[in-house]
């Protein structure tokens, strides 16, 4: 199977590289990627040599960057994105380029290629918040903060572009992810680093929110699920069925470090703060997928995985100086 992968070089990305190209032997994965701060070759380190992966530097906003990665393609899993919540409040522009524009390209130059599948990797986030029960897919899209807002427009033009123009656009919904490669601005990395730097944790308000962890492995299964048994025009919650507050997973990543528990510091809350999210996966499960990897095993996994990498956390964080210094200034 020839893939094309949109930010194949960030968290996710990378490992759906790694997993397709040793799981599928007659994979042929091309990536596309702009390596922006969260972008990093150094992700894909061991699977460089392999000659079934090309890469291509380039912006998915680019119509010709996009023509020529996607050209031979198959498959095109969509993950390229602006993905920080925080940053999308500093500014929007760049998440509602990126999500929405470059998506936008990639649809259009999918008409022209006619791949097989399109799968489109939008977010729980779209829901916004669910303060009891579960969303299932037929939720109303209720986005609260620029990023999220972006990535549902993204999710729904995947949609048009299958009712107007009958493209095979599957669309998945996330929950939040966790695992290696991560970019320490995320809640599990960033805490991991500071942790072991004995700096203080800031934690936003009173740290109760609640998020559901997907390890990327089982994320990583349930797309080739999707890009396999999708029917396009739908969209597929992808659920962990972990659910847990921020300080249950604070306190597992200072267990796991030998850490006190005095490092943590509530501060300032995260303007328009989702306090839960909460997906309902019956409809994936049907398809066969179910996640594997338990929580607290696959936590305490990725925390030994950071703090093996701390040269990895040290110099993805030193990329994003300017950015730590203005949003947290003040809070920690
Ligand atoms: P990430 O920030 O780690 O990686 C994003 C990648 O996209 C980077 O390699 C970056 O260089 C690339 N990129 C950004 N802008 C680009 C552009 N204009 N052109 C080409 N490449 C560009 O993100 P991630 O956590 O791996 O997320 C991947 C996808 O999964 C995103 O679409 C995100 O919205 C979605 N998602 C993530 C989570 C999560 O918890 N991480 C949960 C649900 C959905
Ligand atoms: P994050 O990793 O940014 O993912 P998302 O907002 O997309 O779910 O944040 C996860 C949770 O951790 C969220 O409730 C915000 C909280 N958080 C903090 O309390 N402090 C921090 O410094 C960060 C980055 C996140």
Redesign the pocket.
Known sequence: MRYLM????????CNLVRYLLWTQVSAQVAV?????Y???LANLDDVLDDNRLTFFE????DREAVADAMAEAEVVV???????VDRSIMGGEAAA???FM?TQVLLETARAVQPRVFLN?????VYGCCPQGEFSEEAPLNPRNP?AAA?AGADRLGYAYYVTYGLPVVTS??????GPY??PE?LVPFFVYRALRDEPLPVYGDGLQVRDW?HVEDHCRAMVTLAEKGVPGEAYNIAAGNESTNLTTIRLILDELGKPESLIRYVEDRPGHDVRYALNGAKLAALGWKPEILWEEGMRRTVRWLAAHRDWLEQSIARSKEYFEQWYAGRV
């Not at 969509?78 to 920080?84: G, P, V």
């Not at 919904?173 to 966790?178: D, E, V």
């Open positions: 949109t930010g194949g070089a960030g968290f996710i990305g596309l990627d702009k390596l922006t969260a972008g990093n380039g912006d998915i906003c969509h993950l390229a994105a602006e993905t920080h380029r990126t999500n470059g990797v939008a977010t729980d986030e990023y990535k919904r996330p929950a939040n992810n966790y991560q970019y995320k997907l």
